[in-house]
């Protein structure tokens, strides 16, 4: 839509914090954040007459709904989302010439509407500044809302505090009411101290009347033991025989040679024992005896059980001397007949052990009766050949089976010995 010359146009800018307690960061004073809402703007005059319009004259009524504007998110005012609105500037193009605009806000901080009092000001013709990427700067006319804001009325609220006092002067004591001076001057104050009061004289009326005086009284202090008087160089004890009197220095029991007379100590009151030991010094009977250190009692039928032990689950461990000297291909020269198995029994780990290293892999398995069992091959690398070299299993030999240990492939050069160890049980 076109705009109507001959009119001349002001620019409006504006800024809007909330001011809230410090936040959790670094710092320690207030923040300011910025608010969010609308800001609207209302022409005073009802009807704006422009005699030069062109192409003819005009008159023309300012709608508020339309001059309503935002606050971006740091909270300035901004139109289009631009900063800043561009409003009519009254002067001689303008019937009336002078008029004001009006502002009202409808802002708010975090969901809370924060109210603004409307109030009304002058729009200037805006001429922009020099240079094109910052108009404001160096311009005239320019309307900031913070600079055209009434100021409040009121500075706060009046705090009387009135001047310090001089205190308490106090110009002499008596012992008693009746040896208090007799015409001293006017305002005199005195301390009677048979009564710890204050007494004030005045030229007309005397003294404050006897009794009546003005209890003095400041607030609690300390005394140092060097600061009291007429105290005794030491204090004597209370002699007794109670738990609140002292024993004589030469009280004959304190001295007193003889032999103490025997006495006993309940078990609860020995202290120093171990958890073991004072479980037995407190062991009711026997069987809280044998609980305490986890014993059987000499009763117990598994201790003359004469049964015949199970041949079944008794360890049947072997091991196996193949190889000596340079090692060689084959079952060795020690035992190449292998040797004999008299109970059956399942072996569950195979391990291989050379007496020195060699170079290259050696590859050893288990025969049964001239037949490989089935996964005790193991190839051992240098660095193993005089470790042990363990695998597990489960391989189960019957009585009479013969066990050889075959060295399929030998280390070159080849280094010396070769031992099988057997972890088994009978079945």
Not at 192 to 213: A, C, E, F, H, M
Not at 252 to 273: A, Y
Request: glycine share 12%; net charge negative; proline share 9%.
């Amino acid at each position: 839509m076109a705009d109507l010359p001959p009119l001349e146009y002001g620019k409006v800018v504006g800024r809007f914090l909330a001011n809230v307690i410090d936040g959790p960061d670094l710092g320690d004073l207030p923040e300011f954040p910025p608010m969010s809402g609308t800001i609207t703007f209302i022409a005073d005059a009802p009807k704006i007459l422009v005699r030069n319009a062109q192409p003819a004259p005009a008159t023309y009524v300012q709608l508020p709904q339309h001059y309503e504007c935002q606050l971006d998110e740091f909270g300035y005012l901004t139109w289009r989302g631009k900063r800043g609105v561009r409003l009519v500037a009254p002067g001689p193009a303008t019937n009336p010439s002078e008029w004001t605009w009006r502002v009202s806000f409808d802002l708010s901080y975090d969901g809370e509407r924060i109210p603004l009092e409307p109030f009304s000001f002058q729009v200037p013709k805006y001429v922009s500044g020099p240079n094109p990427e910052s108009p404001d700067t160096g311009s005239t006319g320019l309307v900031d809302l913070t600079l055209v804001a009434p100021v409040p009325a009121s500075s706060g609220n009046a705090v009387v505090i009135g001047p310090a006092g001089h205190g308490i002067q106090i110009d002499g004591q008596a012992e008693t009411y009746p040896q208090l001076p007799a015409t001293p001057p006017d305002g005199s104050q005195y301390i009677v101290k048979s009564d710890g009061l204050l007494y004030i004289y005045r030229t007309v009326g005397g003294w404050t009347p006897n009794g009546q005086g003005i209890v003095v009284r400041g607030p609690a202090g300390t005394t140092l033991w060097s600061g009291i008087s007429g105290k005794p160089v030491t204090f004597a004890p209370a002699i007794g025989d109670t738990a609140t009197t002292a024993v004589a220095g030469d009280d004959p029991r304190l001295t007193n040679p003889r032999t103490p007379t025997p006495h006993t100590h309940p078990i609860g009151q020995l202290t120093g024992t171990s958890p073991l030991g004072s479980a037995l010094l407190t062991a009711a009977d026997d069987a809280a005896v044998r609980s305490a250190i986890h014993a059987v009692a000499d009763s117990d039928p598994r201790l003359t059980n004469a049964r015949t032990p199970t041949s079944a689950g008794q360890a049947y461990d072997i091991a196996i001397k193949s190889h000596g000297g340079i090692r060689a291909v084959g079952a060795g020269t020690i035992v190449p007949e292998g040797i004999r198995i008299e109970r059956a029994l399942t072996v569950s780990k195979v391990t291989y052990r050379g007496e020195t290293a060699g170079t290259g892999n050696l590859v050893v398995e288990l025969r049964k009766n001239g037949v490989v069992v089935a996964g005790t091959s193991a190839t051992i690398g240098a660095a193993n050949h005089a470790l042990d070299t363990s695998l597990t299993g489960a391989w189960t030999f019957a009585a009479g089976d013969r066990i050889t240990v075959q060295i399929t492939t030998v280390d070159s050069p080849a280094g010396r010995g070769l031992q099988t160890s057997l972890a088994g049980v009978t079945v």
